[in-house]
T-cell receptor, first 111, second 110 residues
Framework: GEDVEQSLFLSVREGDSSVINCTYT??????LYWYKQEPGAGLQLLTY?????DMKQDQRLTVLLNKKDKHLSLRIADTQTGDSAIYFC???????????FGSGTRLLVRP | DGGITQSPKYLFRKEGQNVTLSCEQN?????MYWYRQDPGQGLRLIYY???????QKGDIAEGYSVSREKKESFPLTVTSAQKNPTAFYLC?????????FGPGTRLTVL
């Protein structure tokens, strides 16, 4: 069945790197997404990666995909207090209408 | 500016009342979605519409209804049949490879 799992909480010091992990079960996923949600707001797409890629870098963000282990990670370099939010990973498929979301990881950045 | 809007931001309802949440987009997207978010949980799909005058149930459609009379609009009605309606509701529309989300409506049943 379809399932996306994330750890619930991560705390880092300002300036350090953050790594948020996600595992998924559906090997037919075509796209894997990272969304950011600030308190009381909607979701903002941060980045996404096609399933035929291993890595994608976009400024401070690095996404790594291990298809064999069905593991996705988001690394945020030089984490800032403004990065404090909930981060959701999601998987999508060409053959399906919907995204499957994880339960979200709350990132807390300590000054 | 192009985007997706939801109103109101906060909504209070008495038990037994129906209430309608608004979602509008000017992105010219065909597909639109409604999700429900509960604390500590991911998003769950309520309804989706891939084209005007057509919509399909998602994973948790019971107690909800939608309409799609215009491309720009996809309102969600939370009916009195929904047993636990207090939640944060998110609307999204779909472009190429990406879903764009509105700011959400927080519904509280008193």
């Amino acid at each position: 069945g379809e399932d996306v799992e994330q750890s619930l909480f991560l705390s880092v010091r300002e300036g350090d790197s953050s790594v948020i992990n996600c595992t998924y079960t559906d090997s037919s996923s075509t796209y894997l997404y990272w969304y950011k949600q600030e308190p009381g707001a909607g979701l903002q797409l941060l980045t996404y990666i096609f399933s035929n890629m291993d890595m994608k870098q976009d400024q401070r963000l690095t996404v790594l995909l291990n298809k064999k282990d069905k593991h996705l990670s988001l690394r945020i370099a030089d984490t800032q207090t403004g990065d404090s939010a909930i981060y959701f990973c999601a998987e999508g498929m060409d053959s399906s209408y919907k995204l499957i979301f994880g339960s979200g990881t709350r990132l807390l950045v300590r000054p | 500016d192009g985007g997706i809007t939801q109103s109101p931001k906060y909504l209070f309802r008495k038990e037994g009342q129906n209430v309608t949440l608004s979602c509008e987009q000017n992105l010219n997207h065909d597909a639109m979605y409604w999700y429900r978010q509960d604390p500590g949980q991911g998003l769950r799909l309520i309804y989706y519409s891939q084209i005007v005058n057509d919509f399909q149930k998602g994973d948790i459609a019971e107690g909800y209804s939608v309409s799609r009379e215009k491309k720009e609009s996809f309102p969600l009605t939370v009916t009195s049949a929904q047993k636990n309606p207090t939640a944060f509701y998110l609307c999204a529309s779909e472009g190429v490879d990406e879903q764009f989300f509105g700011p959400g409506t927080r519904l509280t049943v008193l």
